[in-house]
């Protein structure tokens, strides 16, 4: 019988592992509701000491962070929030143009009518908040949940990772967005994912894209049209 090549490997767990992810997140949610501004400096001792904990979990947070893409760390001067430029904007959207577009070639061939039934449950969640008084972090959240389900129920893994990877920046760029544009919600966003929904049930995958295409050029357009800094 063969040796297994792997008994000979010592894996162990990462140490900390638990409580880096704790600070990941503590730290993500201060930067998301921008507690933590764009800019800003994050020290580690500081995070170290409010958390009652040494500096490696804080360093091992701050890593898990900067590889989503929303912290920066410069040698001799630091770990900082990330400030997104518009060419960072439109990185991260034609990135997600194309990774939603697998989504949806593997929605087009495969979903199911229950799955597409989320997908228009996820719609109506939208269509009801639009007729109340709603908070820009509510609906970007609403929004983002649409796309996270997207690729989820398209089932290709990957695609949905590599959407994960960049949900923490998209939440930044959207929530800009739907801040400065309060309104657009309301009058555009639940219009454009009821079309791209159809076009899934219809299994027309050029319609389907086209309707990606605009609902993702509408947002880069908003961008653009802001400001120079996101």
Same mark, same amino acid.
């Given at each position: 019988?063969? #040796?297994?090549?792997?008994h000979? @490997? ?6 900390n592992r638990?409580?880096?992810? /704790?600070?990941?997140?503590?730290? *993500?949610?201060a930067i998301l509701?921008h507690?933590?501004?764009?800019g800003q400096r994050?020290?580690e001792?500081? %995070?170290?000491r409010?958390?009652?904990?040494s500096?490696g979990?804080v ?7 900067e &590889?989503?893409?929303i912290?920066?760390?410069y040698a /001799?001067?630091g770990?900082?929030?990330?400030q997104?430029s518009?060419?960072?904007? $439109? #990185? %991260?959207y034609?990135?997600?143009?194309a %990774?939603? !577009?697998?989504?949806l #070639?593997y929605l %087009?061939?495969y979903?199911?009518p229950e799955?597409?039934? $989320?997908?228009?449950a996820h719609?109506?969640?939208m ?6 008084a709603y908070e820009p972090?509510? @609906?970007?959240e609403?929004?983002?949940?649409? /796309?996270?389900?997207l690729?989820r129920l !398209?089932?290709?893994? *990957?695609a949905? #990772? =590599?959407w994960?990877?960049? !949900? ?7 929530l800009?967005?739907r801040?400065? &544009? ?6 555009h966003g639940v =219009?454009?994912h009821?079309?791209?929904?159809a076009?899934?049930?219809q *299994?027309?995958? @050029?319609? =389907?894209? /086209?309707?990606?295409r605009?609902?993702?050029a =509408? ?5 653009? &049209?802001? !400001?120079?800094?996101?």
């Amino acid at each position: 019988m063969a #040796e297994d090549p792997t008994h000979s @490997v010592p894996i162990l767990a990462p140490p900390n592992r638990t409580l880096s992810e /704790h600070i990941a997140d503590q730290l *993500r949610q201060a930067i998301l509701s921008h507690q933590l501004k764009p800019g800003q400096r994050i020290v580690e001792g500081q %995070i170290a000491r409010a958390m009652d904990t040494s500096r490696g979990p804080v360093r091992d947070a701050l890593l898990l962070l900067e &590889n989503e893409g929303i912290v920066v760390r410069y040698a /001799h001067r630091g770990t900082f929030v990330a400030q997104l430029s518009l060419a960072d904007a $439109e #990185e %991260i959207y034609s990135l997600r143009q194309a %990774i939603e !577009s697998v989504a949806l #070639e593997y929605l %087009i061939k495969y979903a199911t009518p229950e799955q597409l039934d $989320e997908l228009d449950a996820h719609v109506q969640k939208m269509a009801d908040m639009a007729r109340q008084a709603y908070e820009p972090r509510e @609906v970007t959240e609403l929004d983002l949940e649409f /796309h996270r389900t997207l690729c989820r129920l !398209s089932g290709h893994g *990957r695609a949905l #990772e =590599a959407w994960q990877s960049l !949900s923490a920046q998209t939440w930044i760029l959207l929530l800009g967005h739907r801040t400065r &544009n309060p309104f657009d919600f309301a009058e555009h966003g639940v =219009a454009g994912h009821r079309r791209l929904v159809a076009a899934l049930r219809q *299994r027309d995958a @050029v319609l =389907a894209q /086209h309707e990606l295409r605009e609902h993702l050029a =509408a947002a880069v357009d908003g961008l653009l &049209n802001a !400001s120079s800094d996101v």
